[in-house]
């Protein structure tokens, strides 16, 4: 990497004047290239800090169609598409000269980073090279995901590279406290904060549901509707969801499938699962139309940091049935707002399901149970929460201290 010259610090912080004295670098892997609940996140935080005074730049990898308007300034940083047949995801190797200058000029007084590989390691070490601190943000269980491509062996390498860059940053946070705990047990960083996420009461709620869109899909008015919802990439546990609605079949249970979302891995599900709906793609009211239109939502996902799709469908009214691992089993709660099962126990999703089915008196108590656990989260809740520990790293960073992680995690 070509020096860049320290920033002098032209912003004097104290705790007392609050978000406005933050000057922000925000690195993210993809900004708004994709709509994913990691991306919603950022942008929601983005906008909350300039709605109280801060100033952000973000900086992230780009593309010619953008999934949504980004919040604030996006500076574009080269990028690639990604390799493996995921190429609505962009990957920059590192931060080229233009953007260093670039943020030197912004002179900020912290780093967020949302990226622990590739430039989000380039920014950590242009962090520690400008005296600034850093925190970094886990969005979700990269180490999981080598076991769903055939290449597990890279399993224990991947963590370490983790462990290294989680390990050098001021402060790190996760998205629940189960993912935060996860972390710790992993040597990831000796405390992990957390960053809690939100749901829309206003756009997400039961009133969404709509008998004249669910007949237009086929769906009879008295057909128990079983729901998939978010991406349809092999890391969402598409597999197991495939096995548990075979099983359900194999047991002659009357319900419907109803898919909602895309991605590439759109043929293969529709395949395993025969006679299902796909809804495709939605956003906003729209996607709250198609969860509240469905009755029980089943996401045996192992992979997540925090579950928003979990999240969403409790509060459309929906029980929810999960993979009881991080994300999940600090959303749902087990026998009061749906199901938790140990993840891949296709018995123990059939089993949920089949309950449900079998009593519709159960699933209404417990969908009305899911809406009132929902609206305890809030994005306004959760941004407060990650901004004091911004105002904590900058008032407790050592740049020595620092510069010493990041030297032993090299």
Request: a neutral charge; hydrophobic letters at 45%; glycine letters at 8%.
């Amino acid at each position: 990497m070509n020096a860049v010259p320290a920033i002098p610090n032209s912003v004097a912080f104290t705790a007392e004047s609050g978000l406005s004295a933050l000057r922000i670098a925000f690195i993210s892997g993809n900004y708004n290239c994709v709509r994913d609940g990691a991306n919603r996140a950022q942008n929601m935080l983005v906008r909350f800090l300039l709605e109280h005074g801060a100033q952000v730049r973000v900086y992230s990898p780009t593309c010619d169609t953008p999934a949504f308007e980004p919040a604030g300034d996006l500076v574009s940083i080269p990028s690639t598409p990604l390799p493996f047949g995921r190429k609505e995801y962009r990957m920059a190797w590192r931060l080229p000269r233009t953007t260093r200058d670039d943020i030197a000029a912004f002179a900020p007084n912290l780093f967020h980073i949302s990226l622990p590989l590739l430039h989000g390691k380039s920014a950590l070490k242009l962090a520690r090279h400008m005296g600034v601190p850093a925190v970094g943000a886990m969005h979700t269980r990269f180490e999981t995901y080598p076991r769903y491509y055939r290449m597990g062996l890279f399993e224990r390498p991947l963590l370490a590279v983790l462990r290294q860059f989680y390990q050098a940053c001021d402060q790190v946070v996760a998205p629940c406290e189960s993912a935060a705990r996860t972390m710790e047990a992993q040597g990831m960083h000796s405390q992990v904060g957390i960053w809690t996420r939100g749901v829309d009461p206003e756009v997400f709620h039961p009133d969404r549901r709509d008998m004249t869109w669910r007949r237009q899909q086929g769906f009879a008015d008295d057909q128990p509707v079983v729901a998939f919802l978010g991406r349809l990439v092999l890391e969402k546990g598409l597999d197991d969801f495939a096995a548990a609605i075979a099983r359900l079949r194999r047991e002659n249970a009357e319900f419907g499938v109803l898919v909602i979302g895309d991605g590439p891995a759109r043929a293969q599900f529709r395949q395993a699962l025969g006679d299902a709906v796909f809804a495709g793609y939605q956003h906003g009211p729209d996607l709250a139309r198609a969860i509240a239109s469905a009755d029980i939502l089943l996401n045996p996902s192992s992979t997540e940091a925090f579950g928003n799709v979990s999240l969403e469908a409790m509060a459309c009214g929906l029980p929810v049935i999960a993979a009881d691992a991080t994300g999940n089993s600090n959303i749902v709660i087990d026998g009061l707002t749906g199901a938790l099962v140990p993840p891949g126990d296709i018995d123990g999703y059939a089993g949920a399901l089949l309950r449900y089915l079998a009593d519709p008196l159960l699933r209404k108590a417990h969908a009305f149970n899911a809406t009132a656990r929902s609206q305890s989260f809030s994005w306004d809740r959760a941004s407060e929460g990650i901004a004091r520990i911004y105002l904590a790293a900058i008032a407790g960073h050592d740049p020595a201290a620092c510069e010493v992680r990041l030297t032993e995690a090299r």
